[in-house]
């Protein structure tokens, strides 16, 4: 290779530093305004209206964290999650695969892998704080429709309706104690009247006596029916939303948790990017003098003979 030669190749390769270098602190700039431009993007993006709460409000208790968990799966939003975690999942395994690669290589060796590995991290903290962000709107709107549905809960208790429905519900209760009195006593005479003479429709009361009760246990014991329980101790409506309400105060905790990891990892790669741009800018001589990388005039004196 003659001395014009070598001088391009040279060139090249400085050419090449300097887009490295100019991408890297592109790199920097985006990774630090990274976390707010995401959340704008999570905002125009989220696609999940709640079931109202009025409906919530027909259903039993029990059941209401299941119809918003059912609603919420059904929505366009849980399939962008989904399709987010599928992607952080693909990209965390090429991380492990660059790390894996670099693990022997010195700090001056494969550029290019590292380069990728901090451009692979940045994407990887794009769809995570994504995913965070969803996450976050969505568990902002399960909250306020637990509190909607404990608000009107409370209204519904203390309002005089709801004591006509319970007046109303008394006097159903003692007309139903009223019948089974004289269920038992009709089905006693049948019974017992005339032991030396069967009686075929005594046969079959007793048996539709028997489904009866039978039916009335499937009907307590159905899910619909039963009461909201918390540790295996039965709770009223209110508490039992008031409890999914603190869960989800618990899960908001968690979520900042995460918000304040990734802001973290962002620094990190943001620090990795930025290690990468000085090396490329500046190299180090044996005994470690740091000198730039600037063209010199003897570097250039043989283009001109």
Known sequence: MNKVQKGN???????KNRMATLYLMMLCVFITVMLTTVKVHANSNNHWQPVASETLLKLPANLIEKRIQQDFEMSPLANQLLSLESNIVDKGDKIKALQSLLTDASANEMTEERVSLVQIKSSYLDDMQLSQSLRQDALNKKQYLYEDVLRKLFHQQNSSANL??????????????RMDRVIAQVDATLLNDRLDKKSPYADEFAMNLGKIEQLKKAISQHQSSLAPTI????VSAQEYVRQLLMQAASDQSLLDQEALMISYMAKLVALDAQSIEFRLAYEETEDGVVINNFTKPNQAADLFF
């Not at 190749?9 to 050419?15: C, F, G, P, R, T």
């Not at 006509?164 to 104690?177: C, I, N, T, V, Y």
Request: no cysteine; glycine share 4%.
């Open 9 to 15: 190749a040279v060139d090249n390769a400085k050419a």
């Open 164 to 177: 006509d429905m319970q007046k109303l519900r008394a006097k159903q209760e003692e007309a139903k104690q």
């Open 231 to 234: 540790d295996g101790v039965e």
